[in-house]
């Protein structure tokens, strides 16, 4: 069981506990304002794009090469950006807190 | 060769050069192959524009045929943004529950008739019924519509003897021009009222801007539609454990739906026009000329995806562009993507096997290249699932 942090681009903090899938279907699957999914996971959408809390960094690993060029082409992104639809929900990620994406 | 099979034709020159070339009505075109190349120009908005003379981005070109501009298609950011956070919320509807209950009613009618008809013509007689009557949803208009849409045949723009048919077009917009007309009078709670009621920086949306809007509605998700959904009945013909798999694993009908996006690639390219002399691959490229951004050729490039020309029905990875890259991604594809799902899942629920009998290949002719974007003609049988 994870517990993980959602803050949206209106402030707007959401606790939300999951046990398995990827994080980008949790977010999906409880309505968090700016997480669409709309590839359902398979990183060709970038429309689960997150700013972890740099703290957090650790839990959460460091971005995959996919995953990176598709974030290096969106001009938002960060170093401690990651799209969500890869991250996999397991106790490791408990307690992350991710900044949703402008 | 499998009949469902759609080879790569750029193979050789996406290695070798990176790039192709094409002459489109003496407007040459240089195609870009390669995928990382693809995204980057695709990004770079600044370089390579969309808000050239209407038609001109599009391959085979529409500016003999086409004056109004397709809208937010044919504008940059960052005017193009608002135009696009204006109609993005309408382009979501197709998630939610209504809707997909009333796509997945109209998909499973379908079906069940075309199960009952011992050889259907999977373009006319499936596809582009499908097509037309989803679109209903999307426009919120009656379903009754669709006849008319249907009556208008598979191609907007297109017709048998031309790549480019200006009568054809010429239905379609004055069909428009009613519809707006109607909706000015008798507002509902259609996609042309909507719009109708709209503002951008304070002003309302003008009847050509509404219009061209409407234009890209039709024209984006036709042909394109078609293409997906009778490749990706071909595809099941010739792979029924594929069928078996969605009805003992539905969860991995999204994976598949990329999947099959990425292999049809339903759309095979977008141009670009050159604001200034640059290069891509190390290919110099001069101001007013065209590239485009060959979307097909991108999703079988070996550099991203393993086993590019298989179908791998649960790629977990799939950075794939079918429905385009960044600013100017595919509006439709909430609603693409959500026929492709219900399709699959009612075809995997009521349907055993599909036979094929006879067909046609629909070669896109790319100077160059040769590609198989689908069929002209598909004729098939759905034999009912007995359990």
Redesign the interface.
């Known amino acids: 069981m994870a517990k993980i942090t959602f803050i949206t681009s209106d402030d707007d903090t959401i606790i939300l506990e999951g046990t398995s899938g990827s994080v980008m279907e949790l977010a999906v699957e409880h309505n968090v304002k700016g997480i669409?999914g709309?590839?359902?996971?398979?990183?060709?959408?970038a429309t689960c794009h997150v700013h972890v809390k740099p703290e957090d960094m650790e839990k959460t690993g460091q971005a995959?090469v996919?995953e990176t060029?598709?974030l290096e082409?969106d001009d938002n992104a960060d170093k401690f950006s990651r799209l969500c639809c890869q991250l996999e929900i397991s106790d490791e990620l408990d307690g992350v807190e991710l900044t949703v994406a402008k | 060769m499998q009949k469902s099979e759609l080879p790569d034709p750029f193979k050789k020159a996406r290695l070798e050069k990176g790039i192709g070339e094409m002459n489109d009505q003496n407007d040459p075109v240089k195609m870009l192959l390669r995928h990382?190349d693809v995204?980057?120009t695709a990004?770079n908005y600044k370089i390579f524009q969309s808000g050239a003379i209407p038609g001109r981005i599009v391959i085979p070109s529409e500016v003999n045929i086409r004056k109004i501009r397709q809208i937010p298609f044919e504008i940059d950011p960052p005017i193009h943004g608002l135009y696009r956070a204006l109609v993005e919320p309408w382009f979501?509807r197709p998630l939610h529950e209504e809707y997909a209950q009333k796509l997945t009613a109209q998909i499973n009618a379908l079906v069940e008739e075309t199960m009952k008809i011992d050889t259907v013509e999977i373009i006319q007689e499936f596809a582009l019924i499908l097509q037309s009557r989803a679109l209903t949803l999307l426009f919120n208009v009656p379903y009754e519509e669709s006849e008319i849409w249907i009556s208008w045949g598979t191609h907007v723009f297109r017709s048998k003897d031309s790549a480019l048919d200006a009568d054809k077009a010429n239905i379609l917009y004055n069909y428009i021009d009613d519809q707006i007309e109607k909706a000015i009078e008798n507002p509902k709670e259609d996609l042309y009222s909507m719009l109708l009621a709209s503002e951008v920086e304070g002003k309302k949306l003008t009847k050509e801007e509404v219009k061209g809007l409407v234009v890209l509605t039709f024209a984006g998700g036709r042909d394109t539609i078609i293409n997906a959904v009778t490749n990706a009945i071909a595809y099941l013909s010739e792979h029924q454990e594929s069928l078996e798999r969605f009805r003992e694993e539905p969860e991995t009908i999204?994976?598949a739906?990329?999947e099959m996006i990425?292999y049809f690639s339903p759309l095979t390219q977008m141009g670009r026009v050159v604001a200034e002399d640059t290069h891509v691959c190390e290919h110099a490229i001069k101001a007013d000329t065209r590239v485009s951004l060959c979307w097909a050729s991108a999703n079988r490039d070996a550099a991203?995806f393993d086993n590019p020309n298989e179908i791998i029905i649960d790629?977990?990875?799939?950075?794939?562009?079918?429905?385009g890259?960044?600013h100017h991604?595919c509006l439709g594809?909430?609603h693409a993507?959500q026929i492709m799902r219900v399709l699959l899942s009612t075809l995997a629920k009521n349907v055993g096997s599909i036979e094929i009998f006879d067909h046609k290949e629909n070669i896109e002719d790319l100077d160059e290249f040769k590609r198989k974007v689908g069929y002209d003609y598909l004729n098939a049988k759905f034999n009912r699932l007995t359990k």
């Open positions: 669409d709309n590839c359902g996971g398979v990183c060709s959408c995959s996919i060029d598709m082409l | 990382k995204r980057k990004h979501k999204n994976k739906v990329e990425r991203v790629r977990k990875i799939n950075p794939h562009v079918g429905f890259f960044s991604n594809a909430t993507r």
